[in-house]
């Protein structure tokens, strides 16, 4: 092979690598592109998961709290009743009657939900028994502290604001 030939082939040569080399980097960056894409959506179903989890979380929480609240002041009402068997005092009993299962299928609901966070879940589960027990040896005895029932429903809230708080990955 002469020089000329040699010059011909190595100037075709840098020719088809001047042009590939920009095709070549353009696929593998389409490549790398979709795949970044694919995991971006992945990580976004997830993210869309928990948010959805902590928010029907949240929404049972603020239920459980409602309900201690209303029971709580029917309990106070039917406490200061002059005769609390009369119509209006039985019609208050029934209601606590009802807010007193709403409470358990609360609760339920609440250890249920916890399970996405599993670091601050457990004390949810245990203020939220806390509350129930002390609102139902109210129920039982017609007396009880409605300080300390309170102080547990501060401690919920704030474990369920922690257990919130993880569930969505944001650092309290």
Known sequence: MTKDEISFWLEIGKLVGSISTPIVVT????????????????IAKQSEFHRK???QFFECCQEFMQAIERDLALLTVIAGLKDPNDDFGTELQKEVSRLNSTLSELELRIRRSVVFAPIAG????????????LVGKLLSSRAGNLDQIIGKMNEFNVASRRAHAEMLGVGI
């Open 27 to 42: 696929v593998l960056g389409v490549l790398l592109l979709r795949r970044i894409e694919a995991v971006k959506a992945g």
């Open 53 to 55: 989890w902590a928010e």
């Open 122 to 133: 457990g004390s949810v589960t245990n203020s939220a028994g806390e509350c129930i027990a």
